[in-house]
T-cell receptor
C-alpha cells in the first residue's frame, strides 16, 4: 500500500503566523484528505483535496483559514493561517489508494503559543 | 449529515478476555467499514475492514460483523493481549464511489490488564 511522508512532525508557532504542512505519497492516490485530531479525540475531516481544482471543505472549516493545494496526484499541502491557541492540534493527511484503501501520514503536532 | 456513533468510549478487560466495540452509521449509502488502531503518538493503522456485500470477516483474533439492515457493525477481539491496548476507531465510507470520505466514530480506548 502507499506510504505517506508528512512534515513537519511537530512545530511550535506564534499566534498570528501561518504553518504549511506537506504530504508526499510514494505513489499516485485518487483522493487526499486532511484531518484534525484534538488530544484524546477522534479525527475530524477538514477538507478533501482534489487534484487540479479547489478543495472541498467540511462544515466549520473555510478556505481562508485552511488553504489547501494539490498540484499533482502525489503531493498536497495544508496551511493553517493566522493561528491562535485553539488551532493547537494534530493534523493528519490521508490518501485514498484504489477503490477502498486509505492510508495516513504520521501527523503534525502543532502547538500555538 | 453523515454520522458514526461508537460505543463504549472506554473498555477495560483482563488479558485473555474478549472485547467488543460497536458502531452505528447514518448514511445508508455507506458500503465500506474499516477499523483503525491508534497507539499513543502514532498514526491510525488499519486492522481490518469489511464491505457491504459481506456479513462477517475474520483475521486471526480479530473479526468484524456488519448488519446493513440495522446499519451497525462491530469489532470483536478474542484472547486479548496487553499489546492490544490502544484507541480503536471505526469509520464508514461510500467506498469506491465519487463521494469517498471516511467518517470516523469517536473512538474506544481499550485497556488490557495482565
Amino acid at each position: 500500500s502507499a506510504v505517506i511522508s508528512q512534515k513537519p512532525s511537530r512545530d511550535i508557532c506564534q499566534r498570528g503566523t501561518s504553518l504549511t504542512i506537506q504530504c508526499q505519497v510514494d505513489s499516485q492516490v485518487t483522493m487526499m484528505f486532511w484531518y484534525r485530531q484534538q488530544p484524546g479525540q477522534s479525527l475530524t475531516l477538514i477538507a478533501t483535496a482534489n487534484q487540479g481544482s479547489e478543495a472541498t471543505y467540511e462544515s466549520g472549516f473555510v478556505i481562508d483559514k485552511f488553504p489547501i493545494s494539490r498540484p499533482n496526484l502525489t503531493f498536497s499541502t495544508l496551511t493553517v493561517s493566522n493561528m491562535s491557541p485553539e488551532d493547537s492540534s494534530i493534523y493528519l493527511c490521508s490518501g485514498k489508494t484504489g477503490l477502498y484503501g486509505y492510508t495516513f501520514g504520521s501527523g503534525t503536532r502543532l502547538t500555538v503559543v | 449529515g453523515e454520522n458514526v456513533e461508537q460505543h463504549p468510549s472506554t473498555l477495560s478487560v483482563q488479558e485473555g478476555d474478549s472485547a467488543v466495540i460497536k458502531c452505528t452509521y447514518s448514511d445508508s449509502a455507506s458500503n465500506y467499514f474499516p477499523w483503525y488502531k491508534q497507539e499513543l503518538g502514532k498514526r491510525p493503522q488499519l486492522i481490518i475492514d469489511i464491505r457491504s456485500n459481506v456479513g462477517e470477516k475474520k483475521d486471526q483474533r480479530i473479526a468484524v460483523t456488519l448488519n446493513k439492515t440495522a446499519k451497525h457493525f462491530s469489532l470483536h477481539i478474542t484472547e486479548t493481549q496487553p499489546e492490544d491496548s490502544a484507541v480503536y476507531f471505526c469509520a464508514a465510507s461510500r467506498g469506491s464511489g465519487g463521494y469517498n470520505k471516511l467518517i470516523f466514530g469517536a473512538g474506544t480506548r481499550l485497556a488490557v490488564h495482565p
